[in-house]
């Protein structure tokens, strides 16, 4: 029985898929640092995950569920934060980006027949790239409130002086 692919392609195929792997979990490295430097900016009782627990994120098959975690806590503690800080912002903040991601990124790593896993990779790959967005947006929302914060404090000591 002769050979369909020559050792030659098959060693190419292989290459191509350990750095295909590499750079998705390259990108899963960076967008569970973006969590975890929001986290960190967020106080401790404000906080319905720590954020070391977002490197979670990295280990694949378990992601899959993690992004629901993820989801839920991360808007949680938005939501208290911008509560506390009194900042306004819309309700559970990017909740919805990331409900949805984590949906469709379930169903693209379930058995389902090639058209749906195809358009739940699209949805996917919108609404991982929204949520991802909208991550880095709260969390510069809240360097600004950071610097604002102290920027206010130094005004009124050189005040009081």
Excluded: C
């Excluded at 290459?15 to 975890?36: D, E, G, K, Q």
């Excluded at 906080?47 to 280990?59: G, H, Y």
């Excluded at 208290?80 to 990124?105: C, H, L, Q």
């Amino acid at each position: 029985m002769p050979e369909i692919l020559s050792p030659e392609v098959l060693a190419d195929f292989q290459r191509l898929a350990i750095i295909f792997f590499i750079l998705i979990l390259l990108v899963w490295i960076l967008f569970a640092n973006t969590v975890r430097n929001t986290l960190k900016l967020i106080s401790k009782e404000n906080q319905a995950i720590l954020p070391n627990q977002a490197w979670f994120l990295v280990i694949p098959f378990f992601n899959i569920y993690w992004n629901f975690e993820v989801a839920r806590r991360l808007s949680y503690s938005l939501n208290n934060e911008f509560y506390d800080r009194k900042i306004a912002v819309e309700e559970n903040p990017s909740m919805g980006a990331g409900m949805t991601f984590a949906w469709s990124f379930l169903i693209y790593n379930l058995p389902f027949p090639i058209f749906w896993k195809m358009l739940s990779m699209i949805v996917s790959l919108v609404y991982f790239v929204t949520y991802w967005f909208k991550i880095n947006q709260y969390r510069s929302l809240l360097l600004a409130h950071d610097k604002w914060k102290e920027q206010q404090l130094n005004n009124q000591t050189e005040d009081e002086n």
